[in-house]
Structures are given as C-alpha cells and as structure tokens.
C-alpha cells in the first residue's frame, strides 16, 4: 500500500517529524483487492499526500510532511527477494529507501549523543510492522539499524570503548510485559517514577550485546514470548505497543568523557477508532484499553502542537495511560523523535487513512528540545577498573527515557556493574541459548513438527513443536510431551503417533480438533502441510518428514488461509452471500467486504464461545448476515451486513449484537477470563456482565406482498412466507388487501379499472387486514414468547404494528387498517405497479419494550383514516408553516371543496362537448330533411325506426362494460398467478447446491422438477390469460357485427 515517512529536521531543536511509510503487507494489500477497492491515495511529489472522498470525487485534501513515500504499486522482486522499483524513474519506495532517509538520521542523532526515537502508527494491516520489523528479505528499519550500528563500531577507533544494551517491552491493556524475560508477573511490570530520571519500567531486562546476531536473536526470543503472550492471552497482537530500546553508549577513555544515546523503537498498536472497532451504541465502556491510550496519545500530541504553536496549555496528559508516561521525553523532551505514518490507500479505508493523515499533521507541529547527553568519568572507579561507569554527572542524563535504564547500573536502584562483569554474565547466556539453537535446528531438519500461524505475519512459523517417534501427547499440562496453550486446549487435548514413517493426530474425548477445516473426533492420518485447528483458534501448520518436504511456499498458508478454508467447510462462502452480480458477472464489493468481515470473525466467535462455556455464562454466539436473503419493497437486494445472534442456552434469551458491539464485548470478556485464569473473583454484577444485555425486540424475518392489484382496484388475500435472514421460512402471513369506498365497504368487480390511470387524481380508500401469523419458529420455541408485526407504505413517516400477541404459536391478530390517498398521485400509482408491501415479523420476550407507533407523526382524515401519498398535502403545510401534526378539519373541508370544484369542471366540460356534437347533428339532420321535403307521415316512421338505433347503442354499451369486467376478472386470475410464481422463483434462487457430493444427484433433480413447475405456472398462466382475452375479443366484435 502506500506509505508516507516524515523524519526531523536535523540540528539543535529538531522538530518532533510526522512521515508515511504506506507499506503495507501482501495479505492486506490482496484482502483490498480482493474486496473490488479503488485507490483513493495519490502523491505526486516526495512531500505531499492527497486523499480523495470516495463518496465525493470531488472533495480532495493534500498534506504536506517532512518525506512522503509510495509503495503500492510499481515494484518487482529481485534475485534475492527483496522488493524493488520495476522502472528507474518511477516513485515506488522500498525498505533500503526507508532506512537510507530514517535510519541514517537516527544513527546520525545516536553517535553524535542524541536520544532518538521512532514511531509508527496507523491501523492494523498498513504496514507499520513491515516498516518497522520488515518480512523475509525486506529487512524493516529495527533490524536496519541495529546491523547499521555494529558494522560501523567495527569500523571506529579502538581507543575508544562501546557498550551497547536491548530491551523490549509491549504493553496490552495497561500492563508491562518484558519480551526478554520467562517470569510471567501478575499485573505486568511497575512503572515507577525517579525524580532525575522520570517513568521508568522497574526490573525491566536490559541485555548486552557485542554483535548484531545478538540483537537477532533477542528479538526471536521476544517474538517468541509474544507470541506465546498472545495465545495465552487470546489478544491479539495489533492491540497492543512493542517497544524496543537500544542504549548505546561511547566512551572515550582518554578524555574521561562518555556519550550515550537511547534509541526508541515503537511499534503503536492499531489505530482502528472507536466507531469501526469499539464500544459504538454500547451500554458498556470500551472493552480495550489500547485504544485508550492511543487516544490519550493523540490527546498529548494535541496540547504538544497547541504549545509549539504558542497557544496557552496548562496541563499535558502524560501520565492518563502508561504508553504516554513512558514516551514523555521523546513526545515533549529530550529527544529526535521521528512519526512513521502507516496508511492504507483503499476506499474503504477512507476514514481511518484521513484520522491518520489529520494525527501526523498535528504531530508535525511538535518542537523538541534535544540535547546531547555526556556524563565524566569518576576518577576513583577508573582505578579499579577504567571501564566502570557510575553514574551520570551531567544533568543532561535527567532527560533520559528512563524506561529504559532500569538494570545493569541505568535505573535509579540499580546497583552499579561494570561493563566486563554483565557481558560475562551474558556470554553464559548466549553460550545455553546457542546449544539450545543448534539443538532445534537439528529436530526441525529431521523430525515432523507443528509451525504455528498468527494473524499476525510477524508471529507466524516463531513456535515449533516436535513430534518425537512413539506416541506422545499434547495439551496444557506440563507433563505432555508437547505443552500447549490456548483457548479450549484442555490438560490432554491430542495424542500425536510418530510409527513407520506416518503421523496421526487423536483428538481425546470431546476436544476440538480441526484437520483442513473438518473437526474430526477419530485418528486421522497428517500429510505434509495439513492445516490444524486445536481448540477455539490455535492453528498449526502440520511439517511432515524431511522425505515429504519440497521447496514450498510456506507463506501462502497465513492465518487467513485457514480462516477460508474453515468457512468453506461450514458452507460458507462468498457465492452464498450473493456477491456475483448476475448483470456483468463481477464480484459485489460490498458483499466481498462483508464476507471479509465475517471470516475476521468467524475465529472471534469461536474464542468467545469458548470463554462463555469455561466461565458457565451458557452463552453461545453464532454469526449471521444481515439481510441476507432480503430484499427492499422493488425487490432488490438490501445491504448486507455481518452480526452475531447471542442465545442464552438455559433461559433462550437472545440478543443481536453489530460488529462493533460484539468486537467491544470480546475485549471485556478476554478482561474476565483473564482474572479467571489468574485465580480471582470472575462474578460481576449483571449490569457489569459483558455477556448480559436488557431483552430487546427481534427481527426475525421479512414477507413481501406485490401491491399491482390495488393499481387497478382488485382486492387480494395472501399466504406469504416470512423469510429469516438466511433466506429460511420463518412463519406464514395471512394478509388481506382491498380497496374500499371513503366508509369502508368493500369494491365490487364493476370497480376494477383497465388502466391505472383512470385513478389519477382521484380519492383512493383501501384496507390491509393482517389475519393471522402461522407457525412461527420463535414461538414454538419458547412458549413464553409472543411476536408483532410492522409495515410502512409508501411515504408514511413511521411504521404500524399489531398488537402484541403473547404464547400462542399461530396467533391470530385480526387487525384492520384503512389508508386514503384524497387526490392519487402518478408516482403513488407507479408504486402500487411495481413495488412490494414489506410486512416485518419482530420477536417479543419476557421483559422487553414492546414495538409502537408514534400516532401523532401520522397524518388523518375526517373520517379517522391514515393518510398516504401526503406530498402535496405536506407542501402546503410547510409552505404555511403548520405545526399541528393534523390536517385541520378546515384543511379537509377545503381540499374537499377544491375537488368537487374540479369534478364539477370536468363534467361541464363533457357537457359542452355533447352539446357541440349534438348541434352539428341536429344541423346536419335538418339540411337534408329540407333538401327531400318528406311528409309528416315519413317523418314520424323515419324517427321511429332510428329509435332500434339508439336501443341497439345503450345495449353495446351495456355489453361494452360486461366485457370490462370480464376483462378484469382475466387480469386479477393472471396477477395471482404471477404473485405465485414470484414466490415459486424466490425459492428457486435461495436454493444453494449442497455441499456434500452425495448430494447432489438428489439437488439436481428437485431443482429440475422446481424448474419444471415454475415453467409450467408460467405457460398456463399466459395461455389462461391469452385465451381469455381472445374470448372477450371475439364477443366484442360479434357484438359490433350484430349492431352494423
């Protein structure tokens, strides 16, 4: 993806730089992609940064920073793997350009005496850790660094001596874990306050360390224990900061002078706000701390950029979260301090890219006052051992990031130890740790083992678990041969059977174990590369004997490989939730998107499932898709998006929880299990309980009524499905639909009308009487349930609904409304012809509010009818600026008058019309009566035999309109049967293959005969209909034939 990189600038007061670095690992960069994203990031020089609203082209912002780099797209790899530009001129960054910009300014600050630190922040999946920590080949700048500086101390003086120490430390949810040290302490590390040195971390492992392979292999050890953290844990590793800290130190034995520099790493956890990740419509506090301190960060950088720009700031929050307690001297103080911004160039990024792009201009703002940090050498301690340092005799050390500083004679309670003795301490160190090295190098190139898969790329392939021949087996209990752990591996999860050159894997009694996204609950057989699934969410990658191995692409199976696969076993699938649109035969992205989101959540749920059963909540969670199978009133799909239904096992209490809710509650669970694993009191009040929310009403399912039969005044009664979100029958709806006169009596056939707009600007009364709901799922099962039902048509502000009906499974709701449009409106008919009455079916429980309309929003006629198709009506209320919320009976009388007036007008002007033709043929009659001069006599029988004439005329008319009705008679058979065949046709297209290939032979066949049916409706509705038209033409015309 894209990125952007700000460093300082170099010299006394260096400013506190903000940069971009959009780099991005694949599996982001692909899921992007793979969800249709369009790139909304441009940067059309080295400094500036423009972002593009994807939902307004036209609204663009640029920001300008310190170094703006882009490495999206336009590379290639080279012979050693490593990513390069594929042409010479064009703008794509790569590491080595990163560190050549980055890294040389830190080393620079660090040899001349100056603290320096870098930070990267953005949202999970724009590259901060590839920019940081780096992938295979394409080294990041922590590594960069750190080799950077040993091969230029080879290269320096010998009179001069250089002592260079590691730490690493993360920080999750508040507490202090050191990466460097096995002993697990309850509530993490103490941060500590010295009144010189500032915060510091107490017992923090600080180790030396004489070569960069040194430095590798601290940080395999602390991703090691990450890792390890993370499972233990069940967090994630992108909620929580890594810091990783140099000291290094010159001292220069002649001149009784020494130089040291703190060079600060930090890896921010992910930026993700509130709103798409947190605590958004929750009656519960944000479940992670992490985003905490991230916003508390933003809220030091803020008052640090007011006061850089000499504003009035009276107090700078350091000390609200650990994270800022810890960066204080290198945000405000002693220190060069560099902002790595991390952004994503997708569109659906947008809103997270411009917070991050809005948090790096404000940091850009923040002015530094770094110094150099030199301290003499006591005269007393050079005698015993010239390479002893006690203390910090400049006043300048005060700045010192004291995290930092907390063994090996650099906290404020240390004891003093010479350099000679802690490197001698630390080569024994080194020495176990290379044995132990050799060790599993040997065992990883002889023996099969289990290579672990994170989410996190970084954490992936660092733990191996060997398996020795014989049987042997694997859980939580040290006494296993293999100890795991996880969320729901029990104490003796597996056994592993290494015998004749095969390994199989037995799960032991009800344990959880996934083989290539099957459980299995038998021995099964491993074959090299097999995907395993142990408990909620521990994946493993299955290496079998070095026989079976070959040069494959291990990378290509990450923890979203896993993740699909799983899902596909479940059935799930990106053509189950609909994402092809049949028009181009392109992918939906929203769909795409909404997939992505479910497979994120789909390992989620299982952990939080897991931690319902452990701590007996008796909770069980299951996603679902938000309108899956549902569509809007004109029959198109409705957007879609992924959710979890909770179900209380014990009481059948449910919840519908959005993304974000159940993302917030996980964190608050993870915090309660925690303190169960740790022994403390698990019991919260309910109120308190992240498992617990108050009983609300259910949406369980949609029923779509076409309303083209009240287009031409034909009244209709329906049994429709309600269909539950994933496209399944819910319960039956008995509906009744007709239209009535202004007092409520039903219209009769000679009502019908031939063409819709004969209704135009007419009184339209209709009523729609819900009957009855038949066999509801909900209801039967839980008799203590009860359900309603709400609809809205047309332009009614506020949705109706029935009556609560309580413990009854087909309960009859007997409830009748009448609507009037006073003067029927053209877009009001073109709705009833092509648009759907969307009656929604909505579960009650024991305890919860129930579902009601707000009566005064709703507009009402004189004779205490409901008001539709009100847009004129609402116009000349706004325009007189009405603020009742019902028409006046004034308004009423008055509307009425105005359409008698115009009927009356309509009358006289066919009267008129009448009158014209009758005189011209009262002229025309006369003319030719002078021209022939008849006799009275012939007269009178010339009049009385055009008489029959007129008789014969009233009788056409007569049969005219018999041929009407029966005309509509033929339209109102053929509407219902259409009605049937949409319903046939929607059960046609929610009809998925099965996955299970024995299956299929039955599927196909039962599609074919689905297929034949809804065939056969439609031929014998046209040629019902055809044929009934061909009827009433042909009396039509014997009629006019007998009148000629």
């Known amino acids: 993806m894209s990125s952007q990189q700000h460093k300082h600038h170099k010299g006394v007061s260096p400013t506190l730089g903000t940069g971009f670095v959009t780099k991005t690992k694949v599996g982001s960069l692909l899921r992007e992609k793979n969800s249709g994203s369009k790139c909304v990031i441009s940067m059309h020089s080295g400094t500036t940064t423009t972002i593009q609203d994807p939902k307004n082209p036209?609204?663009?912002?640029?920001?300008?920073?310190?170094?703006?780099?882009?490495?999206?797209?336009?590379?290639?790899?080279?012979?050693?793997?490593?990513?390069?530009?594929?042409?010479?001129?064009?703008?794509?960054?790569?590491?080595?350009?990163?560190?050549?910009?980055?890294?040389?300014?830190?080393?620079?600050?660090?040899?001349?005496?100056?603290?320096?630190?870098?930070?990267?922040?953005?949202?999970?999946?724009?590259?901060?850790?590839?920019?940081?920590?780096?992938?295979?080949?394409?080294?990041?700048?922590?590594?960069?660094?750190?080799?950077?500086?040993?091969?230029?101390?080879?290269?320096?003086?010998?009179?001069?001596?250089?002592?260079?120490?590691?730490?690493?430390?993360?920080?999750?949810?508040?507490?202090?874990?050191?990466?460097?040290?096995?002993?697990?302490?309850?509530?993490?590390?103490?941060?500590?306050?010295?009144?010189?040195?500032?915060?510091?971390?107490?017992?923090?492992?600080?180790?030396?360390?004489?070569?960069?392979?040194?430095?590798?292999?601290?940080?395999?050890?602390?991703?090691?224990?990450?890792?390890?953290?993370?499972?233990?844990?069940?967090?994630?590793?992108?909620?929580?900061?890594?810091?990783?800290?140099?000291?290094?130190?010159?001292v220069f034995l002649d001149r009784e002078l020494t130089k040291q520099s703190s060079i600060n790493l930090v890896d921010l956890a992910g930026s993700e706000r509130q709103k798409s990740s947190g605590s958004e419509g929750d009656r519960l506090r944000e479940g992670s701390r992490v985003n905490l301190s991230l916003t508390n960060l933003g809220n030091v950088i803020s008052a640090l950029a007011d006061a850089a720009m000499g504003k009035r700031v009276l107090h700078v929050p350091y000390r609200d979260s650990v994270l800022t307690k810890l960066l204080q001297s290198a945000l405000g103080g002693?220190?060069?301090?560099?902002?790595?911004?991390?952004?994503?160039?997708?569109?659906?990024?947008?809103?997270?890219?411009?917070?991050?792009?809005?948090?790096?201009?404000?940091?850009?703002?923040?002015?530094?006052?770094?110094?150099?940090?030199?301290?003499?050498?006591?005269?007393?301690?050079?005698?015993?051992?010239?390479?002893?340092?006690?203390?910090?005799?400049?006043?300048?050390?005060?700045?010192?990031?004291?995290?930092?500083?907390?063994?090996?004679?650099?906290?404020?309670?240390?004891?003093?130890?010479?350099?000679?003795?802690?490197?001698?301490?630390?080569?024994?160190?080194?020495?176990?740790?290379?044995?132990?090295?050799?060790?599993?190098?040997?065992?990883?190139?002889?023996?099969?083992?289990?290579?672990?898969?994170?989410?996190?790329?970084?954490?992936?392939?660092?733990?191996?678990?060997?398996?020795?021949?014989?049987?042997?087996?694997?859980?939580?209990?040290?006494?296993?041969?293999?100890?795991?752990?996880?969320?729901?591996?029990?104490?003796?999860?597996?056994?592993?059977?290494?015998?004749?050159?095969?390994?199989?894997?037995?799960?032991?009694?009800?344990?959880?174990?996934?083989?290539?996204?099957?459980?299995?609950?038998?021995?099964?057989?491993?074959?090299?590369?097999?995907?395993?699934?142990?408990?909620?969410?521990?994946?493993?990658?299955?290496?079998?004997?070095?026989?079976?191995?070959?040069?494959?692409?291990?990378?290509?199976?990450?923890?979203?490989?896993?993740?699909?696969?799983?899902?596909?076993?479940?059935?799930?699938?990106?053509?189950?939730?609909?994402?092809?649109?049949?028009?181009?035969?392109?992918?939906?992205?929203?769909?795409?998107?909404?997939?992505?989101?479910?497979?994120?959540?789909?390992?989620?749920?299982?952990?939080?499932?897991?931690?319902?059963?452990?701590?007996?909540?008796?909770?069980?969670?299951?996603?679902?898709?938000?309108?899956?199978?549902?569509?809007?009133?004109?029959?198109?799909?409705?957007?879609?998006?992924?959710?979890?239904?909770?179900?209380?096992?014990?009481?059948?209490?449910?919840?519908?929880?959005?993304?974000?809710?159940?993302?917030?509650r996980k964190f608050l669970m993870e915090e309660l299990y925690q303190r169960f694993l740790d022994g403390e009191d698990s019991h919260v009040a309910q109120e308190d309980d992240p498992f617990w929310d108050p009983l609300e009403v259910i949406h369980l399912g949609s029923a779509h009524i076409w309303l083209q039969s009240l287009a031409y005044c034909m009244k209709f009664e329906e049994q429709v499905e309600f269909l539950n979100c994933d496209g399944l029958e819910e319960a039956v709806l008995h509906i009744h639909i007709s239209p009535c006169s202004p007092t409520g009596q039903a219209c009769g056939e000679e009502d019908v009308v031939i063409d819709p707009l004969e209704l135009l600007g007419k009184r339209m009364d209709f009523q729609i009487r819900i009957v009855r709901c038949l066999g509801a799922k909900w209801l039967k099962e839980d008799a203590e349930r009860g359900v309603q039902i709400g609809y809205r048509i047309y332009d009614l502000p506020n949705t109706l609904y029935t009556k609560p009906v309580w413990k009854t499974v087909n309960p009859q709701i007997e409830e009748t409304v009448q609507f009037t449009a006073l003067n029927a409106s053209q877009e009001f008919l073109n709705y009833l012809q092509t648009n759907a009455l969307v009656v929604d079916l909505w579960g009650l429980q024991e305890g919860c509010a129930e579902l009601s309309c707000c009566e005064p929003d709703l507009m009402i006629t004189g004779e205490g009818h409901i008001m539709v198709d009100t847009k004129k009506i609402s116009t000349v209320m706004d325009t007189g600026k009405v603020t009742s919320n019902q028409i006046s009976e004034l308004y009423l009388k008055l509307l009425k008058l105005e359409q008698e007036t115009e009927l009356l007008r309509n009358i006289n002007r066919a009267l008129r019309e009448e009158n014209v033709l009758l005189k011209a043929s009262l002229e025309k009659t006369g003319s030719s009566q002078q021209a022939h001069k008849p006799s009275n006599t012939l007269k009178v029988t010339g009049m009385t035999e055009q008489l029959p004439a007129a008789r014969d005329i009233n009788q056409v008319c007569s049969q005219q309109a018999s041929y009407d009705r029966e005309f509509a008679k033929a339209l109102k058979v053929f509407y219902q049967s259409m009605n049937m065949a949409r319903g046939q046709f929607l059960r046609l297209r929610l009809y998925k293959p099965p996955e299970d290939d024995q299956m299929l032979r039955p599927f196909v066949h039962q599609q074919s005969q689905m297929l034949k049916d809804f065939g056969d409706l439609l031929e014998s509705s046209l040629w019902k209909l055809k044929n009934d038209v061909a009827l009433i033409v042909k009396k039509k015309r014997e009629c006019l034939l007998r009148v000629e």
């Open 58 to 250: 036209e609204h663009v912002k640029t920001f300008t920073f310190d170094l703006a780099y882009w490495s999206h797209s336009g590379f290639q790899m080279d012979k050693d793997g490593v990513f390069i530009s594929a042409d010479p001129s064009g703008k794509f960054a790569g590491q080595r350009d990163v560190f050549r910009d980055l890294g040389g300014g830190i080393l620079d600050s660090a040899w001349q005496g100056y603290n320096a630190t870098l930070l990267a922040y953005g949202q999970t999946g724009s590259g901060k850790s590839y920019s940081m920590i780096g992938f295979g080949a394409n080294k990041g700048l922590i590594p960069s660094v750190c080799e950077e500086l040993f091969q230029a101390i080879e290269n320096r003086e010998r009179n001069q001596e250089y002592q260079v120490t590691f730490s690493m430390l993360e920080i999750y949810n508040e507490q202090v874990r050191d990466l460097l040290s096995r002993t697990k302490k309850p509530g993490g590390l103490k941060v500590r306050e010295d009144q010189q040195l500032g915060f510091y971390v107490d017992g923090l492992k600080s180790v030396p360390c004489e070569n960069y392979a040194q430095i590798e292999r601290l940080m395999e050890q602390g991703t090691r224990l990450r890792t390890m953290a993370s499972t233990n844990m069940n967090a994630s590793s992108s909620r929580s900061h890594m810091v990783i800290t140099i000291q290094f130190k010159q």
């Open 334 to 664: 002693n220190s060069r301090t560099t902002l790595i911004a991390a952004i994503s160039p997708a569109d659906i990024c947008y809103e997270e890219t411009l917070s991050t792009l809005r948090y790096a201009e404000r940091a850009k703002k923040i002015r530094n006052k770094a110094v150099v940090n030199t301290s003499t050498l006591m005269r007393e301690s050079r005698t015993e051992n010239n390479k002893l340092l006690l203390g910090c005799g400049n006043s300048s050390m005060a700045g010192q990031p004291a995290y930092l500083l907390a063994e090996h004679g650099l906290g404020p309670h240390a004891d003093p130890m010479s350099w000679a003795h802690q490197l001698e301490q630390a080569r024994k160190e080194w020495q176990q740790q290379y044995v132990a090295i050799a060790r599993e190098r040997q065992m990883t190139e002889t023996l099969p083992h289990l290579l672990n898969v994170n989410e996190d790329p970084q954490l992936t392939g660092v733990l191996k678990y060997f398996i020795q021949p014989g049987s042997c087996d694997a859980g939580q209990a040290t006494s296993n041969a293999i100890t795991l752990h996880g969320l729901g591996i029990s104490e003796k999860h597996a056994s592993f059977t290494n015998l004749d050159g095969k390994v199989t894997v037995t799960p032991h009694s009800k344990c959880k174990v996934v083989v290539n996204g099957v459980p299995i609950t038998t021995a099964t057989k491993l074959q090299h590369l097999d995907r395993i699934i142990l408990g909620s969410n521990s994946a493993y990658l299955y290496i079998g004997f070095p026989s079976e191995r070959g040069s494959e692409d291990l990378s290509r199976f990450d923890y979203d490989f896993f993740q699909l696969e799983r899902a596909a076993a479940e059935g799930v699938s990106v053509d189950k939730l609909g994402a092809v649109n049949s028009g181009d035969g392109k992918a939906d992205p929203s769909v795409l998107a909404v997939f992505q989101d479910y497979i994120k959540l789909m390992p989620l749920v299982a952990e939080a499932n897991q931690m319902s059963e452990e701590l007996g909540k008796g909770h069980k969670m299951e996603l679902k898709v938000k309108n899956l199978a549902l569509s809007d009133s004109r029959g198109y799909d409705l957007q879609k998006e992924v959710m979890v239904k909770v179900t209380n096992q014990r009481t059948h209490e449910v919840w519908i929880w959005s993304k974000a809710k159940f993302i917030n």
